[in-house]
């Protein structure tokens, strides 16, 4: 009986021991859960949807996903009296006349798909601590791709960079073909051509923009704009950064210009070229940036009504400037921050057409607040004093309160607007005279109603307060747009603009109406 007993247990033993084997064998070799599997190959999108056998599963969410570094901004943003923004006057010319718009017409800006989102391992540069950059997600999960917009450029390959091209002809009428007082109305056509090409490395920056803008009316000549710039990012060790940039560009002068002091039948060329250099360094409680820059403006010989020509070179200068800049970063939105610069502008003859020596020292000094609120708000703003001191004694030095700002602003999804103004030093050829010092001030705003349809409005005003001749020129511009993609290569355009020139000088003043139909070719 004891041993029936024993024998008993040991069969029952053995067949725990046979079922504890044979119900572990099958889960060790059993595979991966389906919702664990496809996790695992999102998570690595190298793996092409086959699981390693030493790797443990991992399941993370969906919709995370790494952001590119947000590209850092120049720190001498909105840098003005050395270094007018886009649009602004940058000759002595310019600057006296202070006429927007008609006598320096420009095309819309172009815009360009999203860029890609990059994750490269290799770049370590600490980003810009304005850039306000995203936070990397906890968990990586899948990349998001980026919506495409049907009706933006997609642009084309050359290399590691980006191109983006787009040509457009409009055909128009205007109250005033001269942009002057007593001037007849009539049709005139306009041609803006644009390129523009971005680097696509994982470290550094490049880029390259050219345009071009002619416009032909019947009683004034063809006016041309033309334009190429480039500038270059290194990224060196962590928290410093390396730039550089040089440019062309010439456009031709008002034949009202009060600093060619005749009468003159053609608009008379001038030529600017630029070059800067500038070194920075942020990431820290202190912000700091260097600049140096060089800019040269050649003025050619202007024809007059009379016959015979006069000669300009005594207006050919060379403009040194150096500009320092430090900012202080708490971590917070607001980042204030001071800034000073310093030039020498060298004539080529030491004694212009009066006889006079006009050689200066220009010294620029402002503080203000930088605000980077991401996508929302981001830009800056600035006041300051602005002086520019004469080698000749009996010219007055000029000088006069600056305001220099570029503030951009998303209120709502597909509708931007920006807030630019800018102080400029304008020139004199007359005896005695110290020119004047402009203020630029525009606002502009973007809304895209539909995928194939944008809206879009300017006003500015530009106000020349003269030294020591007195007086104070205003010019007022308002236009209203809108631009419809019939495909992603080809666009219809309509503009109406208004223009209203208060000179305080007797008999100068003007008013010009004008709209123009255009069709714009894109790449």
Not at 59 to 83: C, I, Q
Not at 190 to 210: C, K, M, N, P, Y
Not at 381 to 410: H, K, M, P, Q, R
Not at 470 to 494: C, N, P, Q
């Amino acid at each position: 009986m004891k041993q029936d007993k024993v024998r008993g247990k040991s069969a029952l033993a053995g067949r725990v021991g046979w079922l504890c084997l044979a119900l572990c064998v099958p889960i060790t070799e059993l595979p991966l859960p389906a919702m664990a599997q496809q996790a695992k190959s999102l998570a690595d999108p190298q793996n092409n949807g086959s699981a390693s056998a030493n790797e443990s599963p991992v399941l993370r969410l969906r919709g995370s996903t790494d952001v590119k570094a947000a590209a850092v901004e120049d720190p001498f943003n909105g840098e003005s009296v050395f270094e007018p923004a886009p649009g602004a006057a940058k000759t002595e010319s310019d600057l006296a006349v202070s006429v927007p718009l008609s006598d320096e017409p420009t095309g819309r800006e172009q815009r360009a798909q999203r860029e890609t989102q990059v994750v490269d391992p290799i770049n370590t540069a600490t980003p810009d601590s304005r850039a306000n950059v995203r936070a990397a997600p906890v968990e990586a999960g899948n990349l998001v791709v980026p919506e495409e917009e049907p009706y933006l450029p997609e642009g084309f390959r050359a290399g590691t960079w980006s191109v983006f091209t787009r040509v457009e002809q409009a055909l128009g009428h205007t109250s005033n073909t001269t942009s002057s007082a007593g001037g007849r109305a009539g049709m005139f056509s306009q041609t803006d051509a644009t390129l523009r090409a971005q680097s696509d490395w994982s470290r550094h920056q490049a880029g390259l923009e050219a345009r071009a803008t002619i416009r032909r009316s019947g009683e004034e000549q063809t006016v041309p704009d033309l334009s190429v710039n480039g500038n270059l990012r290194f990224d060196l060790v962590d928290g410093f950064a390396a730039s550089a940039t040089a440019g062309y560009r010439y456009t031709t002068e008002a034949l009202t210009s009060n600093s060619l002091g005749s009468t003159v039948s053609q608009r008379p060329g001038v030529h600017t070229l630029t070059g800067s250099a500038g070194l920075e360094r942020s990431g820290g409680k202190l912000d700091l940036a260097l600049r140096g820059s060089i800019e040269r403006s050649v003025y050619d010989d202007a024809s007059l009504s009379g016959g015979g020509t006069l000669s300009q070179s005594d207006r050919n200068n060379t403009l040194y400037q150096v500009s320092a800049r430090a900012g202080y970063d708490n971590g917070a939105a607001l980042k204030p921050f001071v800034q000073a610069g310093l030039g020498w502008r060298v004539h080529d003859e030491k004694l212009d057409r009066n006889g006079q020596q006009r050689d200066s020292i220009i010294y620029d000094l402002r503080t203000g607040l930088q605000v980077d609120l991401g996508e929302k708000l981001k830009g800056e703003v600035a006041i300051g004093y602005v002086a520019e001191d004469f080698a000749d004694s009996n010219i007055d030095t000029l000088s006069g309160v600056s305001l220099n700002a570029g503030i951009d602003w998303s209120p709502v999804r597909e509708t931007s607007i920006r807030l630019s103004a800018a102080t400029t030093l304008g020139g004199s050829t007359t005896a005695g005279e110290n020119g004047s010092v402009n203020q630029n001030i525009s606002l502009e705003a973007k809304r895209r109603v539909r995928d194939n349809l944008e809206l879009n409005s300017k006003a500015s005003i530009d106000i020349a307060r003269y030294g020591s001749a007195g007086g104070t020129d205003v010019a007022y511009g308002a236009a209203i747009g809108l631009e419809y993609w019939v495909s992603r290569y080809l666009s219809m355009t309509a503009d109406i603009e208004h223009q209203q020139f208060n000179s305080a000088t007797a008999g100068n003043s003007w008013n010009a109406t004008s709209f123009k139909l255009g069709v714009a070719l894109q790449r």
